[in-house]
């Protein structure tokens, strides 16, 4: 399958997870986090063969996820949500920023950063509502939400660089993640981290299992498939598609409403893009003309 074609699907499974998230928000995070990523873990055990990967390899992959989920959800719990929302969204520019640092070959043009800038001021409306207030006091919040994304963003551009590992290694990743978590819940939480494991309701579990199995799961081996093949410049312009579909998918299963402020962010992601996968575009277009 095509790069981009795994990216989008990566994109697109991640646009449920603020709707699945919202049905398990009387989980603790931590639990949550841990029992999706041990589903997303448990869906590679037919590759498990393909876990056995090197100890930098199964570093950058572990730091990669479970230290992006560590380090966000602890902002969440450190500052506003829709401004470390905003802060994380960060990651797709940090891609396309740092690619020239940590791979060969690859230079910014003008159109990768116009495509990233563009998106991310699409992401600052859609996820601010235009309105945004960044409170000092707030800053080690900030300060966290900035490193997970710097972290996920340096993750899935190592993940281009380490020496070739199979995409079926990511499940070992995703399932010692949901184990470091789950470790930590119930090492913090004490008596009462019992008592909310028993607490997840049947409905809970479901959604919890559909976390597992889409956006905390099987997008992350889309996204290192797509990662390996693919221009990370252009995936990363893409990638700000991703909040521009959680909102329509609040919109039309969620029951949100959408205000001008997302209209005119969905125009400054569509355009951000477009310019920076311009390159793919014209691709696109030679290849339809030779074959015309």
């Not at 570093?59 to 966000?72: E, K, T």
């Not at 969204?89 to 690619?99: K, N, Q």
């Not at 190592?158 to 470790?183: D, E, I, W």
């Not at 913090?188 to 597992?212: H, K, N, P, T, Y």
Request: with cysteine.
């Amino acid at each position: 399958m095509p790069s981009t074609l795994l990216a989008a699907l990566a994109i697109l499974v991640w646009s449920s997870l603020a709707l699945l998230n919202s049905r398990v928000g009387a989980v603790p995070p931590f639990l949550a986090v841990g029992i999706a990523l041990c589903v997303g873990g448990l869906v590679g055990l037919l590759r498990a063969r393909e876990w056995k990967v090197p100890l930098r390899t199964f570093a950058v992959g572990l730091g990669g996820i479970f230290g992006y989920h560590a380090l966000l959800f602890v902002a969440f719990r450190l500052a506003p949500a829709v401004e470390v929302n905003l802060i994380n969204y960060l990651w797709p520019l940090l891609i396309v920023l740092l690619s020239p640092a940590i791979l060969k070959g690859f230079h910014l043009g003008p159109r990768h950063v116009a495509g990233a800038l563009l998106g991310f001021a699409g992401a600052l409306l859609i996820v601010s509502g235009g309105r945004l207030q960044l409170d000092a006091a707030n800053l080690p919040g900030y300060l966290l939400a900035s490193a997970a994304a710097l972290v996920w963003a340096c993750y899935s551009l190592l993940t281009k660089r380490l020496p070739p590992f199979p995409t079926g290694a990511v499940g070992g990743f995703c399932l010692v993640s949901g184990a470091l978590a789950l470790g930590l819940f119930f090492v913090s939480g004490g008596a009462d981290a019992a008592v909310a494991m028993r607490g997840i309701d049947v409905q809970e579990w479901l959604f919890l299992v559909l976390l597992g199995l889409g956006p905390m799961g099987g997008a992350f081996y889309a996204w290192d498939a797509a990662l390996k093949r693919g221009d990370p410049r252009i995936i990363g312009a893409l990638s700000y598609l991703t909040p521009l579909l959680s909102t329509v998918n609040l919109v039309l299963l969620g029951g949100k409403s959408l205000s001008p402020a997302a209209g005119v962010a969905m125009a400054l992601i569509v355009a951000g893009a477009a310019v920076g996968s311009l390159d793919l575009i014209r691709g696109a277009l030679k290849r339809g003309s030779r074959r015309r």
